[in-house]
């Protein structure tokens, strides 16, 4: 798990990663906006298998749920 303090706004946030000679293995992209003081919660999962690779991950970003 990793924190990104970020100022209010619009934000776009690209995930990815390097396997063999793809530099931007199961690329994923959201575009999102934070209000002042507010958390957002990002999670990232890459395809299935590292034979499709070349085949986009799957990014969702949502605020955390309420108590």
Known sequence: MHF???DAGRHHLQV???YL???EAGKASA????APN???QASYRSPRSVLV???PGKLSVEP????
Do not use: C, I
């Open 53 to 55: 690779a070349f085949l």
């Open 16 to 18: 990815s990663y390097p």
């Open 64 to 67: 955390p749920a309420q108590s």
């Open 38 to 40: 507010q958390l957002v």
């Open 21 to 23: 000679r793809l530099s």
């Open 4 to 6: 990104f303090p970020l």
């Open 31 to 34: 575009v999102f906006d934070v």
